[in-house]
């Protein structure tokens, strides 16, 4: 079984930074794209950033420049660096994954979701 769990979220004021963390565990062949996804209340899931195996990076364009996505191949992390927060990154934030479990199967892993809160 293969899980991904997030930590860091929590409350902090506007301008405040947060790292989240996501540890894939359990039965793992090999990672390829992580990325964190973020759902804030009556909206639709986003792409907040996107990294490959190669560490090459993406991200959506509200969080440019604010936000740094990094993995970590050895611990099987990735990382979200969260800088000069604003109230609407107000979310869950999820972690995502496209990774073999098996040598023949590749498969999208989603996390629990952490709570983080901007507070104004």
């Known amino acids: 079984q293969v899980q991904l769990v997030e930590s860091g979220g929590g409350l902090v004021q506007a301008g405040g930074s947060l790292r989240l963390s996501c540890a894939a565990s359990?039965?793992?062949?090999?990672?390829?794209?992580m990325a964190w996804y973020r759902q804030a209340p009556g909206k639709q899931r986003e792409l907040v950033a996107h990294i490959t195996s190669g560490g090459i990076t993406n991200y959506g364009d509200s969080v440019k420049g604010r936000f740094t996505i990094s993995r970590d191949n050895v611990k099987n992390t990735v990382y979200l660096q969260m800088n000069s927060l604003k109230p609407e990154d107000t979310a869950v934030y999820y972690c995502?994954?496209?990774?073999?479990?098996?040598?023949?199967?590749?498969?999208?892993?989603w996390g629990q979701g952490t709570q983080v809160t901007v507070s104004s």
């Open positions: 359990g039965s793992i062949f090999s990672i390829y794209a």
């Open positions: 995502n994954a496209d990774l073999q479990p098996t040598k023949a199967t590749i498969k999208v892993y």
